[in-house]
Nanobody, 122 residues
């Protein structure tokens, strides 16, 4: 069983930056597809960014140019760098992982973290 643990959430003001981390209990090489989802109150969970072992990345239109997904295979860790944050970025952010990118993008990932709260407010 793979466990994913997110960290780095918090409260920031509009325009500021925040970095999230997701540590995997298993070798990241077992998880060719990893990504970040978020869910705001009263809204459906949405894909923020996805990363595949083929170095392919996908971003939601709302975060393109502001967020960057990356991962460090030596540390079994995935990151989400969030810049120029906006109030609409406020949500619980979840780390997800799966053996297939298509499955991850569909929202049916096998593995999920517990989530970390991100709040953007002045």
């Amino acid at each position: 069983q793979v466990q994913l643990v997110e960290s780095g959430g918090g409260l920031v003001q509009p325009g500021e930056s925040l970095n999230l981390s997701c540590v995997s209990s298993a070798s990241i090489y077992r998880l060719p597809a990893m990504g970040w989802y978020r869910q705001a109150p009263g809204k459906q969970r949405e894909l923020v960014a996805a990363y595949s072992s083929r170095l392919l990345t996908n971003y939601a239109d709302a975060v393109k140019g502001r967020f960057t997904i990356s991962r460090d295979n030596t540390k079994n860790t995935m990151y989400l760098e969030m810049n120029n944050m906006k109030p609409e970025d406020t949500a619980v952010y979840y780390c997800a992982a799966d053996g297939r990118l298509q499955t991850l993008i569909s929202g049916e990932s096998e593995y999920w973290g517990q989530g970390t709260q991100v709040t953007v407010s002045s």
